[in-house]
């Protein structure tokens, strides 16, 4: 990929398209979806940047434009000081020191219902198995939890669910009632004050459909919350969403067969901190 070094002389977000003056000359380029959403805000007109394109040519109003990969900078120049909008390599050092907090870490996964094969507008999802790992700042496990919990609004629970999870209603049965796990729930949050690591944000809105549904009060703010996927995106500049056991993989893990099983997913999620916390460190060159 070709890294671009420039400022911006023109935006057109209506086609996605800016023109960036290089040395004495102006080229364009267009953006993604995904980098308007995300950089718009910061893109104005005599702001510096730097970016990677790829050989990817688009031609939108007439103009020929290469396609943006991603952005590594976005600063101006404010009479002698230079400001940074944008600025990768502090991200990543931002991530390095959230990587290496200090606090008791909880692993957490949740597993919900599904719908039935033909979808209903009145059906809810709701949580119906758990897998939680505890550690301290040292990476000791201090606690393992796992169960299954009855549904609320939907007890019964839809084939399209029995098949993926692998799983029957005498499982359902006889799990634990709402009421006891937020109790149980409660009392590890409390006695271990975590870090909550999650993969995606999917846990975090079923966690809140969970006190909502059931009427209890909000244990786990967003800001307890650490969704390992996005800070995992952020550090090398993803775009799109990355599967937890693909990212697994990556690491040079080999997994037979995911099972959707909540603790076994919440023991992977801590193993990919670990090895990314170890891989970051060493792109940073930074010692553990």
Not at 249 to 270: M, P, V, W, Y
Request: aromatic share 14%; glycine share 4%; with cysteine.
């Amino acid at each position: 990929m070709r890294v671009v070094i420039g400022s911006i002389r023109n935006i057109h977000f209506d086609c996605r398209i800016i023109s960036i003056r290089i040395k004495n000359r102006v080229e364009y380029f267009y953006l993604q979806g995904s980098l308007v959403k995300k950089f718009s805000k910061y893109l104005i007109r005599g702001r510096f940047v730097t970016f990677k394109v790829t050989d990817e040519h688009k031609t939108i109003n007439k103009l020929k434009a290469l396609k943006i990969d991603s952005f590594t900078k976005i600063t101006m120049q404010r009479y002698r000081e230079k400001v940074d909008y944008y600025n990768l390599d502090v991200v990543k050092m931002g991530i390095y020191k959230v990587m290496h907090t200090k606090r008791n870490k909880m692993f957490l996964d949740l597993e919900l219902s599904m719908h039935p094969y033909t979808k209903s507008e009145k059906f809810v999802q709701e949580i119906i198995q758990i897998g939680i790992v505890i550690e301290n700042n040292q990476g000791k496990v201090l606690e393992e939890y796992s169960t299954y919990v009855k549904p609320r609004l939907y007890p019964k629970i839809t084939i399209r669910t029995k098949k993926f999870l692998k799983i029957d209603q005498g499982t359902i049965n006889r799990g634990i009632t709402a009421k006891i796990f937020y109790d149980q729930f409660k009392k590890l949050v409390d006695q271990y004050d975590p870090i909550i690591v999650i993969w995606g944000k999917n846990d975090v809105i079923s966690l809140q459909d969970f006190y909502q549904i059931n009427k209890f009060r909000n244990i786990t703010p967003r800001e307890k919350f650490l969704n390992l996927m996005q800070v995992y995106k952020n550090f090398y500049n993803f775009k799109n969403d990355v599967g937890l056991f693909k990212c697994f993989e990556s690491f040079g893990n080999i997994l037979d067969k995911q099972k959707h099983d909540a603790l076994e997913d919440a023991k992977i999620t801590r193993l990919v901190f670990e090895h990314f916390k170890v891989e970051s460190s060493t792109i940073l060159n930074v010692a553990n």
